[in-house]
Structures are given as C-alpha cells and as structure tokens.
C-alpha cells in the first residue's frame, strides 16, 4: 500500500484546507450534489459542440461567469500527469491514460485503481464509494446514463467488482446495495439497439426458451446485455420481484410523467429504458439517431430529481452522456455532437430544475468528464510548424475543421465546471497548473485530479 502515501498525504491537505466553522457547514438545511460526466469528452469535445450549438466555443451558459472552469487530470494508477514532459511530442499523451472503470473508481471513492476495476483497489479490496457514504448518513443517491444501466460510469456509484464486464453483478450489486434510490439507463432485454423490438431472425442462436409472444402474437427473442441485468434479474423484474420502494419502468411516457410532475415520483426508481444499448443509435450514414420511444436524457435526469428530492436531507445524482465516448472511440465527430447536445439540454433542464425547485445555496453541480478519448485536435496537429493545433471553429450549425488522431483514450486533461454550494472549495483542491494547455484553450491552466471530488463532495453533503 505504499504506493497510498502520497494520496493519502494529499487527502489529509486538502481535508485541513476544506476545515471551516461549524456554522459554515450548518447555514443550508439541505445539501444536494449533482454531477455531469460526459464520457471521453476532452475540451476539444466541449468547444466543438459549443461552437456547433452557439457560434462560440465558449458559447454554453455553463462555460461563463456565475460557472468557474477548472481541469482535472484523469490517469489511473500507474500513470501520473507532468505538464512540461506531456507536451514534449505529440504522442505523450496517448499514453498512461485511464479507463472508464479506474476514473469512476477515483471520482466516487478518492482512491486511484487499476483500468477495469470499479469500486475495488489495486489489492482487489472495496472502497467505500461517496454514494454508500451519504447513503448511510441519511441522503438519497442515484444514477442516470444513456447508456447501459450497469456500465462502467454509473456503475462506479454503487458496484464492487474487479472487472468491468461483470454488468449483472454491478446491476445487482446496486440494485440491493441500500445505497441507491434512483437507477436509470438501458440495457433492455427485449428491444435492439434501434429501439425496436427484437426478432428471431436477427438472434436465432438464443435457446429455445429464450423468448416471449407479444401482444400481436409474433415471437420475440431475448437479448441480454452484459451491462444490464442477467436472465435471472429480468425475471425478477418483470414478475415485480424487487427490492422493497423499488418501482419499474420502461416506457417513454412513464419517464415524462414523473419528469413532469413530483407527485408522481415513486420512492425508489429502476427505469430500463427500451432499448438495448443507448439512448441514441447509428444508421448507415453514421448520423447518430435520437431514438423516439426512449426518454431524452434530460427526461431521464428530470424524473431522477423528482424522486430524489423527496429527501429532506439531499441528494447526490451522477448524470452521464455516455454514448460521447462511443462516438469519439469510431471518430465520428457529426455523432459526438448530437450526443453532447443531448448531454446539453440535460444540464439546461438540470440547471433549471434547480432554480425553481432547489437553489444555488443548497446544491453544487459539477460539469466533466472522466477522460478524453479520440486526441481530437486540428487537422494539421502532428506537424512540427502547427504542432498541437487546436479544431478551428466555423459557427453555429456548421462542422468544425478536425481530425482526430487515435481510437482510443488519452492522458489530457479534461474541463471542470462548477456552481452553487461550496463550489469555491475547489480552489483548495489545485494540484498545478499547465500554462501550455491553458493558453491553448484559453483558461489558466489550473488542474485537480479526479480523486478531489469526492473531497469537495463529502464537505458539501456534511460527511
């Protein structure tokens, strides 16, 4: 464990800066934290849709004044983050990069890990994540995503595994943790990843008793998604076997219902959205499609407030755009954008649902990433006279000038955004500053890592 002693040392720093009176912790009633990942969205992810939406790169309500920016570094256990040798050559920051499953881990517990493990440390022991913490303390936690209930993302709220893969058992983990009131995303056994019900033809290798009749009479195959639940739970599910205050549901209009109104919040809330795999899905063309008979996002994230904030204490809800990762993966820029104008009409309709139903005294929302995927830089970025040359901008509803450089994640930092309660508390949190990063994109440079959350998180619930 020595490889801890630094964290540790760092954990103890910041816990003596966040120390404040007593009467500074007590002057809200009500402590809610609600926090934004888009997955693999770098800051090139973030002023690519801006400009897109806006006309400015830094044209979103959240990217000015009340928000303060910040970045953060990303990279797992073995890897470490020094501004002057990251820009040395073009190819540094390829390498050391984080997973998705180590940077939940260290976002939801404080603790570095392994690539692939969630919730679980470098010795395979479970980490305490801050959603089982505030849980046992009284509040309300739960996870949205577009993506497959139990992938690696919302998965890091509640699940102790030592691989990724392992989604039934992240499912069920969550599911009986006691933790969670809230669990929302997809991964529907019953309908493809167009939303569409499944058909005998396209899985005729399921078993025999892999099926169900609809309502017309057609037979329709099972199709389990390693990041929804097993065989087993779905039976569960659908025979109304849950935990106790736990309520299903699936369609659209059930979503839109409780998104709508708090009376019709259940005390707790699984909703599998129908489709297999996202919320959105590629056609032929690689124009990413939103699919209509599944909640937007926002929706989702809507219906989630409602059901959480029936607390008295708080909440915490971890929202994620989960399918911007998918897009930068296959370097699909056209789809990237439609997945983070989804991601942000969430954080619009999040931001409003604060106004008018919370404050900004009593709840911090945090806007990030847990990685940047795809090295999505100008098109002439790898050459030794524009060397690191940024996208370049062409204005609201027009495709920016890009290329991207690699298929999978990076070591670059990822963009912060914070407002409401205790949101200055990050200014404890500063770990260095990358003044060559910081004049590309026009901020100070200035980073954290992604195990401060949790410090910043734990001061804003009371913990």
């Given at each position: 464990?020595?490889?801890?002693?630094?964290?540790?040392?760092?954990?103890?720093?910041?816990?003596?800066?966040?120390?404040?009176?007593?009467?500074?912790?007590?002057?809200?009633?009500?402590?809610?934290?609600?926090?934004?990942?888009?997955?693999?969205?770098?800051?090139?992810?973030?002023?690519a849709a801006a400009d897109y939406q806006?006309?400015?790169?830094?044209?979103?309500?959240?990217?000015?004044?009340?928000?303060?920016?910040?970045?953060?570094?990303?990279?797992?256990?073995?890897?470490?983050?020094?501004?002057?040798?990251?820009?040395?050559?073009?190819?540094?920051?390829?390498?050391?990069?984080?997973?998705?499953?180590?940077?939940?881990?260290?976002?939801?517990?404080?603790?570095?890990?392994?690539?692939?493990?969630?919730?679980?440390?470098?010795?395979?022991?479970?980490?305490?994540?801050?959603?089982?913490?505030?849980?046992?303390?009284?509040?309300?936690?739960?996870?949205?995503?577009?993506?497959?209930?139990?992938?690696?993302?919302?998965?890091?709220?509640?699940?102790?595994?030592?691989?990724?893969?392992?989604?039934?058992?992240?499912?069920?983990?969550?599911?009986?943790s006691g933790a969670l009131s809230v669990?929302?995303?997809?991964?529907?056994?019953?309908?493809?990843?167009?939303?569409?019900?499944?058909?005998?033809?396209?899985?005729?290798?399921?078993?025999?008793?892999?099926?169900?009749?609809?309502?017309?009479?057609?037979?329709?195959?099972?199709?389990?998604?390693?990041?929804?639940?097993?065989?087993?739970?779905?039976?569960?599910?659908?025979?109304?076997?849950?935990?106790?205050?736990?309520?299903?549901?699936?369609?659209?209009?059930?979503?839109?219902?409780?998104?709508?109104?708090?009376?019709?919040?259940?005390?707790?809330?699984?909703?599998?959205?129908?489709?297999?795999?996202?919320?959105?899905?590629?056609?032929?063309?690689?124009?990413?499609?939103?699919?209509?008979?599944?909640?937007?996002?926002?929706?989702?994230?809507?219906?989630?407030?409602?059901?959480?904030?029936?607390?008295?204490?708080?909440?915490?809800?971890?929202?994620?755009?989960?399918?911007?990762?998918?897009?930068?993966?296959?370097?699909?820029?056209?789809?990237?954008?439609?997945?983070?104008?989804?991601?942000?009409?969430?954080?619009?309709?999040?931001?409003?649902?604060?106004?008018?139903?919370?404050?900004?005294?009593?709840?911090?929302?945090?806007?990030?990433?847990?990685?940047?995927?795809?090295?999505?830089?100008?098109?002439?970025?790898?050459?030794?006279?524009?060397?690191?040359?940024?996208?370049?901008?062409?204005?609201?509803?027009?495709?920016?000038?890009?290329?991207?450089?690699?298929?999978?994640?990076?070591?670059?930092?990822?963009?912060?955004?914070?407002?409401?309660?205790?949101?200055?508390?990050?200014?404890?949190?500063?770990?260095?500053?990358?003044?060559?990063?910081?004049?590309?994109?026009?901020?100070?440079?200035?980073?954290?890592?992604?195990?401060?959350?949790?410090?910043?998180?734990?001061?804003?619930?009371?913990?």
């Open positions: 464990m020595n490889r801890y002693i630094s964290l540790i040392l760092a954990f103890v720093s910041i816990v003596s800066a966040l120390s404040l009176p007593v009467q500074a912790q007590q002057r809200a009633k009500k402590s809610n934290v609600i926090l934004f990942i888009a997955d693999g969205a770098g800051f090139a992810t973030f002023s806006t006309g400015s790169p830094t044209g979103l309500p959240y990217m000015s004044k009340p928000w303060n920016l910040y970045s953060c570094s990303t990279y797992s256990i073995d890897g470490e983050y020094e501004p002057e040798e990251m820009w040395s050559s073009f190819k540094k920051q390829l390498s050391n990069a984080t997973d998705s499953a180590a940077a939940a881990t260290a976002i939801n517990t404080g603790v570095k890990t392994d690539n692939g493990s969630l919730g679980m440390d470098d010795d395979q022991e479970w980490l305490e994540t801050f959603a089982e913490m505030a849980a046992k303390k009284g509040f309300a936690c739960g996870s949205v995503t577009s993506v497959q209930v139990a992938h690696a993302t919302p998965g890091g709220v509640a699940g102790h595994v030592d691989s990724r893969r392992e989604g039934s058992r992240i499912f069920e983990q969550s599911l009986n669990m929302i995303g997809c991964g529907h056994p019953q309908y493809d990843r167009q939303g569409a019900l499944t058909t005998g033809d396209a899985l005729s290798r399921k078993s025999s008793d892999d099926y169900y009749f609809s309502a017309d009479g057609k037979k329709h195959y099972l199709e389990y998604n390693v990041f929804g639940p097993s065989k087993r739970q779905w039976e569960k599910i659908q025979k109304g076997e849950l935990p106790e205050g736990w309520e299903f549901i699936e369609a659209r209009e059930d979503f839109q219902r409780i998104a709508k109104d708090p009376g019709e919040a259940p005390k707790k809330l699984l909703g599998i959205a129908r489709s297999h795999v996202s919320f959105t899905y590629d056609d032929r063309n690689k124009q990413r499609q939103v699919i209509p008979t599944v909640p937007t996002l926002a929706e989702a994230s809507l219906a989630a407030l409602n059901v959480l904030n029936q607390n008295r204490k708080g909440f915490y809800l971890m929202i994620e755009g989960g399918a911007v990762d998918t897009c930068n993966h296959t370097n699909n820029l056209p789809g990237m954008l439609v997945e983070m104008r989804e991601f942000n009409a969430a954080i619009a309709a999040v931001c409003d649902w604060v106004e008018k139903n919370s404050s900004w005294e009593e709840t911090l929302v945090i806007i990030t990433s847990d990685h940047e995927t795809g090295a999505l830089w100008g098109p002439n970025a790898d050459k030794s006279d524009s060397l690191f040359q940024t996208i370049q901008f062409n204005g609201k509803g027009v495709l920016p000038t890009y290329k991207y450089y690699y298929g999978n994640h990076t070591n670059q930092l990822v963009p912060v955004y914070v407002r409401g309660k205790d949101a200055s508390l990050f200014e404890k949190c500063i770990r260095g500053t990358d003044p060559f990063f910081g004049k590309l994109w026009n901020y100070d440079g200035r980073y954290i890592d992604n195990t401060d959350f949790i410090q910043v998180m734990t001061y804003v619930m009371g913990l």
